[in-house]
């Protein structure tokens, strides 16, 4: 009975928690890599580029949440918890230096940001239900995944925008950091199939954030 209670005081908290991220300006705790940088006099072309990309790593940022906010409630020991949370709040950074970034380049998130919420927090809900091991595993892969994708947008990007590079640069760095952190903690290997579902995941939310 107690578990139970507790699991509908954390699916309440986190109801909260999406609603106040998807409808309100995000907080972070770090300042903006991009933050002294001088803003660059993008081209129209250009600047409708990098809106573009920024979209789709806010939208990619809405669902890192998601992910490890049902990881978090499906831990099964208190250390894992707490660090799938702590990179949740590393996560929390991106989201709110993205959304400022879009802000400047006077573009807007994906209209789908509640979608990409909720599907990645199911997501993050059976990927932390086999265990510990296997949650730890899966944000291994997931933050893999994300370093590539964040790698092919720097090339991407128009040259000019060093403000939005900036930001990426520093998101890899930390993705890389949970990635590695995940793999120390004893997270597995996924199989191949597993693997090959998350990066249709990713692709699918990528090509349609680009656009909506």
């Known amino acids: 009975m107690n578990r139970r209670v507790g699991l509908q005081d954390q699916l309440v908290s986190e109801l909260d928690r999406a609603i106040r991220m998807l409808f309100t300006s995000p907080t972070p705790n770090r300042l903006s890599p991009a933050e002294k940088l001088p803003d660059p006099n993008l081209k129209p072309n250009d600047r409708l580029k990098s809106i573009a990309l ?18 978090a409630i499906m831990a099964r020991s208190k250390k894992t918890r707490v660090q799938l ?22 573009g807007k998130s994906s209209r789908l940001d509640p979608l990409w919420y909720l599907g990645s927090f199911c997501v993050g809900i059976l990927a932390g239900a086999p265990g510990d091991s296997v949650s730890l595993g899966f944000v291994a892969e997931t933050e893999k995944q994300v370093e590539a994708h964040i790698e092919d947008h720097l090339e991407r990007l128009p040259k000019t925008d060093t403000k939005s590079a900036a930001i990426l640069k520093r ?6 950091h949970h990635r590695t952190t995940a793999q120390l903690s004893g997270g597995t290997k996924l199989p191949a199939l597993v693997r090959f579902a998350m990066t249709c995941g990713g692709g699918i939310l990528r090509r349609i954030a680009l656009w909506i």
């Not at 979209?55 to 490890?68: F, K, M, T, W």
């Not at 949740?88 to 970034?101: S, T, Y």
């Not at 998101?171 to 890389?176: I, K, L, N, P």
């Open 85 to 106: 949370l702590g990179a949740a709040e590393e996560e929390q950074d991106h989201l709110a230096w993205c959304a400022e970034r879009l802000a400047q380049l006077e």
């Open 54 to 71: 920024m979209r789709v790593n806010h939208a990619g940022e809405i669902s890192a949440q998601a992910l490890y906010s049902g990881q």
């Open 171 to 176: 998101m890899a760095s930390d993705e890389a």
